[in-house]
C-alpha cells in the first residue's frame, strides 16, 4: 500500500520548488500591475 504522507510530500516539495523558480518574475509583474492601478485611479 502507498504511504499517501509521502506521495503528498514528494508531490508538494516539487511544486514548492518549481514556484519558487517563478516567484521573481510574479512579484515584478505584481509591482507593474499595482503601479498601474494606482495611475488608473489618479
Do not use: C, R, W
Request: charge should be negative.
Amino acid at each position: 500500500m502507498m504511504d499517501i504522507d509521502s506521495t503528498a510530500h514528494d508531490y508538494g516539495l516539487g511544486f514548492a520548488e518549481d514556484t519558487l523558480l517563478l516567484l521573481p518574475q510574479f512579484i515584478i509583474d505584481a509591482k507593474v500591475l499595482s503601479a498601474a492601478i494606482d495611475q488608473s485611479n489618479e
